[in-house]
């Protein structure tokens, strides 16, 4: 199985792409992880992404591309799921390129559709412990005492990227951005649209269903 998953902010893709990678076996890839790791282990990809990141620059797609890719070649016969990538149209043109290369492929693009309001109202009411990393939510998660973890008893805090302007601008930039990716496969890879609106244990059973009809090996 080789996947993306898109889907903007808030929309699960964390939870659902766990879940994915426990019931296929595959590698789960975030570009963000992987450049971090890339960085910390002082790699020559690590190295110039690190110059970029240094002087308050984007990393350049061909260096995110080359990055992933390098992790894609060493998932092995599970394959894997890439989270979040690629970001923009530019990106996954330069990632169809190399996986040309390589001689890989895409499968397919799992797309998790959301609303806008819902998702503002899922990040701006999270709220978590700074001590334990606990996440709550002020309507549907709520801890046994308000506003404090019932872990540890600390209080709980909103972090920056959940403050309403901060989210606001996440999904302006996504819609701009990331949600074409979508047309740029569509009618090159199978695109499996999932309502991501629903609770959490039906959208996996969409998921799982959807990539069965659509026979992802």
């Known amino acids: 199985m080789r996947l993306i998953l898109l889907g903007p902010p808030g929309a699960g893709k964390g939870t659902q792409c766990k879940r994915l ?5 595959a590698l789960h890839l975030s570009s963000g992880d992987i450049l971090r790791a ?10 110039k992404a690190q110059g970029y990141m240094d002087s308050g620059g984007l990393v350049p797609d061909d260096l995110i591309v080359a990055m992933m890719v390098g992790a894609m070649k060493k998932a092995g016969k599970g394959g894997f799921i890439l989270d979040g990538f690629p970001r923009t149209v530019v990106q996954a043109r330069e990632l169809d390129k190399a996986l040309d290369k390589a001689g890989e492929k895409i499968d397919a693009l799992l797309n998790l559709q959301i609303d806008d309001a819902v998702v503002a109202s899922r ?9 334990c990393g606990g996440v709550y939510h002020v309507e549907n998660l709520k801890p046994k005492v308000e506003n404090v973890c019932d872990r540890d008893q600390m209080a709980l805090v909103q972090r920056k990227d959940d403050q ?9 930039t996504y819609h701009e951005q990331t949600a074409h990716v979508v047309g740029y496969y569509n009618g090159k890879k199978p ?3 999932i309502d991501a609106g629903m609770e959490i244990d039906d959208v996996t059973k969409a998921i799982f269903a959807k990539l069965d009809a659509v026979k992802i090996k």
């Open 164 to 172: 309403p302007e901060v989210v606001a601008n996440r999904l302006k």
């Open 21 to 25: 990678v426990e019931k296929y076996g």
């Open 191 to 193: 695109v499996i649209e």
């Open 38 to 47: 890339e960085r910390a282990a002082e790699t020559e990809l690590g190295k």
């Open 123 to 131: 990040m701006t009411g999270r709220r978590s412990c700074p001590k």
